[in-house]
């Protein structure tokens, strides 16, 4: 299934094309700043939205980029609008434009969303107001709104029906709306994958799929224990799941291992300490919403925290895990190599045991581990790892991807 979404780009980013997201500078694993950037074709009115080349620019990108162009050269330096409020302007923009359905709406029009309007307590709809008044404030001068009413609607559509799309090493590249594909309901024990290339969703199967079956993804990391996921799927997306994982709760013995010590821990000490390492994971979400200048405190908070849970969690424990991969992080971000090595070995084994067969959790992990070999001259153990990345992501991207190619070319190369 192919579907070609409507996207916001992330413009602080600013490495990959404004339309179709295909990355000329990597700032991932290996930092090599340089690649392809001088290939990059520049708006020429705002100089902040940058493409692959012209047809990208305008053929494809100005009847959605021309919205923000005047207002991002009048705001300046204020322009700050969410990703999800820029995605919001567009999705009214398109509408406006093309008010019967689009190619991408043959299953799923955006306007026979879910919105669980009536479910929204006060926060979130105070959050939701927040965006409409962003989006009034930067995109008034540009088009008009619906009323207030309808604008909750569409935010909280967009809220529980829009992707966020990651490259191979899921780092952020930004949010866009792909109807059709916005039709699959959740399993945390899915049978097809999402990934992306260029402005197309693809979905692929990564299990039999019987006919009549019905087709599922997953909407959230997979990593966490039942009582965790089903939080994160009712605060996000108001449901709880029944999928088979969800009700035989199998791999949560393992996800939540505890030390084998002569003296086991008490039930109040294990629970204290899960309650701790979701403060901890909640803080640090919040943490890095303030940019990376505070990876210099974040190591010292992973550190203290692996060391406070380590007396109660085993390393294979997915709480553990969330501070190494946090801390694995923060080594790349400074370009410590052999310390993000370190924490990638540690997790790469328990990860694959805790997700799925097919996981792009995994395949990233792989990846980055491979690539940190291989920078760092161990070509054997290099190679290893990016062909189990390779196993995965031809069943999850499709054998003719573009990173695959882009990962043998690597393999080619060292
Ligand atoms: C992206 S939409 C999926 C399409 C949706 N089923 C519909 O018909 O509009 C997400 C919403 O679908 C529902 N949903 C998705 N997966 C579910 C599941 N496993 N069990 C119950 N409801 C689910 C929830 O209401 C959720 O907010
Ligand atoms: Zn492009
Ligand atoms: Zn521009
Ligand atoms: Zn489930």
Known sequence: LHCEGDKALEQAAQRGCGLCFIQHCRLDTMSVFSLRKEGLSKCGRCKQAFY??????????????KLECSAMCAFGQSWNPSETVRLTARILAKQKAHPERTESEKFFAVAEFESHLDKLDNEKRELIQNDIAALHHFYSKHMEFPDNAALVVLFAQVNCNGFTIEDEELSHLGSAIFPDVALMNHSCCPNVIVTYRGTLAEVRAVKEIEPGEEVFTSYIDLLYPTEDRNERLRDSYFFNCDCRECITKEKDKEKLEIRKLDEPPSPEAVWDMIKYARNVIEEFRRAKHYKYILCLTLTPICELSLEKMGVIFEDSNVY??????????????????????????????????????YSLNVASMWLKLGRLYMALENRTAGVKALKRAIAIMEVAHGKDHPYISEIKQELEDH
């Open 52 to 65: 692959c080349n012209v047809e990208c620019q305008v053929r494809e990108d100005w009847p959605m980029h």
């Open 320 to 357: 553990m895990l969330h501070m190494m991969y946090q801390a694995m992080g923060v080594c790349l971000y400074m370009q410590d190599w052999e310390g993000a090595l370190r924490y990638g070995q540690k997790i790469i084994k328990p990860y694959s045991k805790h997700y799925p067969s």
